[in-house]
């Protein structure tokens, strides 16, 4: 396995672009083809086979376990290191970052019809090539954010971050609105060919790509090589910021997101048809009308980041997402009222989108470039692991107490998360970790 001796990222500019320059240049428009190919398959093998197996008569309990095969996305980390350290054999021309994207690009495809040929009918082999998308949907990520932030400096990331999380928002329009919407027409086997021949798009835009100037050297022994790629990375995050300030990095890490990923998963769905919507409603409100609202979130999150900086936007995106589910209980008194899901819809998916560029952003932020596809995985495996897990037993908590229990329960990490990252935020920059807002450059 070689090690990794990167060069610098590209120095910064000697001027700060305009807002336009800033998210139409080439390496914007790259992360969103990017984006896309990471959110296609996510809701594919979580909310949108939800209502697939919901259809099958499955029981809840089941159908949020089954639905959280995206659980794979949260131990990507513990494969990352080979996209550090190893070039992809017959794919090499390609590049280290863009090899390992393309085979996670042509495992989620083929994954995917895969799904459509078994159908939940046979519900063992389903199962498994579910959790082979999301593996391959896992490892693609790990090369997507990998790549980005090789490709630019930190002072630089806000609007690659702002087009990848547009492009991710795209990819669940198409694989939850636009799939619920042809579920209401067509069987759930060709509407999950249509998604797999949606996977060419990304594809195309890596073979264009270029890939991130990035010198790597080999290990002259295995032992030496392992030390780099599997230990390295690790021992060097709790090296860089010390034993304490890493620790309570982690624990705010592992909370600020709850609120999200609990509901993200498996359990909206039921909870949606329960409420008396059809799939055709819930598909253009939610999954179309709502990530339109999501990718206007995410503009503003982009902005603030570029403008206000990490720490001003990171917090106010907290307790907006957080807070935002109580939003649920309105849903709840009102079945079946597409006003009020409109309204619900337009502030959970505004402020979520929201909260996407800066959460990224910080997350890039603690980052050694040394170690990149690594600890990044690491980093965004915690946090969303909590509310997965979360997610994973949702059904059995509703089942055992009420929806609105459970939404109202997802909201209690906010004030903890909040009074963590007061304390973390001047100690991470005394440690050199932009998070206030960068001047002109």
């Given at each position: 396995?070689?090690?990794?001796?990167?060069t610098?990222?590209?120095t910064?500019?000697?001027?700060?672009?305009?807002?336009?320059?800033?998210?139409?240049?080439?390496?914007?428009?790259?992360m969103?083809?990017f984006?896309?190919?990471s959110?296609?398959?996510f809701?594919?093998?979580?909310?949108?086979?939800?209502?697939w197996?919901h259809?099958?008569?499955?029981e809840l309990?089941?159908?949020?376990?089954?639905?959280?095969?995206?659980?794979?996305?949260?131990f990507?980390?513990?494969?990352?290191?080979?996209?550090d350290?190893?070039r992809?054999p017959?794919?090499?021309?390609l590049?280290?970052?863009?090899g390992?994207?393309?085979?996670?690009?042509?495992?989620?495809a083929?994954?995917?019809?895969?799904?459509?040929?078994?159908?939940?009918g046979?519900?063992?082999?389903?199962?498994?090539?579910?959790l082979?998308?999301?593996?391959?949907?896992a490892?693609q990520?790990?090369?997507?954010?990998a790549?980005?932030?090789e490709?630019?400096?930190?002072e630089?990331?806000?609007p690659l971050?702002?087009?990848?999380?547009l492009?991710?928002?795209?990819?669940?329009i198409?694989?939850?609105?636009?799939?619920?919407?042809m579920?209401?027409?067509?069987?759930?086997?060709?509407v999950?060919?249509a998604?797999?021949?949606?996977?060419?798009?990304?594809?195309?835009?890596n073979?264009?790509?270029?890939?991130?100037?990035?010198?790597r050297?080999?290990?002259?022994?295995w032992?030496?090589?392992?030390r780099q790629?599997?230990?390295?990375?690790?021992?060097?995050?709790?090296?860089?910021?010390?034993w304490?300030?890493?620790?309570?990095t982690?624990?705010?890490?592992?909370?600020?997101?709850?609120?999200e990923q609990?509901?993200?998963?498996?359990i909206?769905s039921?909870?949606?048809?329960?409420?008396?919507?059809s799939?055709?409603?819930?598909?253009t409100?939610?999954?179309g009308?709502?990530?339109?609202?999501?990718?206007?979130g995410?503009?503003?999150?982009?902005?603030?980041?570029?403008?206000?900086?990490?720490?001003?936007?990171?917090?106010?995106?907290?307790?907006l997402?957080?807070?935002s589910?109580f939003?649920?209980l309105?849903l709840?008194?009102?079945?079946?009222?597409?006003?009020?899901?409109?309204?619900?819809?337009?502030?959970?998916n505004?402020?979520?989108?929201?909260?996407?560029?800066?959460?990224?952003a910080?997350?890039?932020?603690?980052?050694?470039?040394?170690?990149?596809?690594?600890?990044?995985?690491?980093?965004?495996?915690?946090?969303?692991?909590?509310?997965?897990l979360?997610?994973?037993?949702a059904?059995?908590?509703?089942?055992?107490?009420s929806?609105g229990?459970?939404?109202?329960?997802?909201?209690?990490?906010?004030?903890?998360?909040?009074?963590l990252f007061?304390?973390?935020?001047p100690r991470?920059?005394?440690?050199?970790?932009?998070?206030?807002?960068a001047?002109?450059?």
């Amino acid at each position: 396995m070689p090690a990794e001796e990167p060069t610098t990222p590209p120095t910064s500019r000697k001027r700060r672009l305009s807002i336009w320059q800033a998210f139409t240049q080439p390496a914007a428009w790259t992360m969103f083809f990017f984006g896309f190919s990471s959110g296609l398959p996510f809701l594919l093998v979580s909310g949108t086979l939800a209502y697939w197996l919901h259809g099958r008569g499955i029981e809840l309990k089941d159908i949020t376990m089954i639905a959280s095969a995206s659980l794979a996305y949260e131990f990507k980390f513990v494969w990352a290191p080979l996209l550090d350290g190893w070039r992809l054999p017959g794919l090499s021309r390609l590049g280290q970052r863009r090899g390992w994207l393309l085979l996670g690009q042509c495992g989620v495809a083929a994954g995917i019809l895969a799904m459509a040929a078994l159908t939940p009918g046979s519900l063992g082999a389903f199962v498994v090539v579910t959790l082979c998308v999301a593996f391959f949907g896992a490892t693609q990520d790990s090369a997507i954010d990998a790549y980005r932030i090789e490709i630019a400096p930190p002072e630089a990331q806000g609007p690659l971050v702002t087009t990848y999380v547009l492009g991710y928002r795209v990819g669940f329009i198409l694989s939850g609105g636009v799939a619920l919407v042809m579920a209401d027409h067509m069987s759930w086997s060709v509407v999950y060919v249509a998604m797999a021949v949606c996977m060419a798009i990304p594809i195309v835009a890596n073979f264009v790509a270029k890939e991130p100037q990035v010198h790597r050297l080999r290990a002259a022994r295995w032992s030496e090589a392992m030390r780099q790629g599997v230990v390295e990375p690790f021992v060097d995050f709790f090296r860089r910021y010390g034993w304490l300030l890493a620790c309570v990095t982690l624990l705010f890490i592992l909370l600020f997101k709850i609120p999200e990923q609990a509901t993200i998963g498996g359990i909206v769905s039921p909870f949606y048809r329960d409420m008396g919507f059809s799939r055709t409603a819930i598909g253009t409100i939610t999954k179309g009308y709502g990530v339109i609202l999501g990718i206007a979130g995410v503009f503003v999150g982009g902005i603030a980041v570029e403008r206000l900086g990490v720490r001003r936007s990171l917090l106010a995106g907290i307790v907006l997402c957080g807070c935002s589910n109580f939003l649920y209980l309105w849903l709840i008194g009102n079945h079946g009222n597409l006003a009020v899901l409109t309204g619900v819809i337009s502030g959970l998916n505004f402020t979520l989108g929201f909260l996407g560029p800066p959460a990224v952003a910080f997350l890039s932020s603690l980052v050694n470039v040394r170690h990149t596809a690594t600890q990044y995985a690491l980093l965004s495996s915690l946090v969303n692991l909590p509310g997965k897990l979360m997610g994973f037993f949702a059904g059995a908590i509703v089942m055992a107490t009420s929806y609105g229990f459970y939404f109202a329960l997802t909201v209690v990490a906010v004030l903890p998360a909040v009074l963590l990252f007061l304390w973390l935020e001047p100690r991470l920059r005394a440690h050199g970790v932009a998070l206030r807002a960068a001047g002109p450059h």
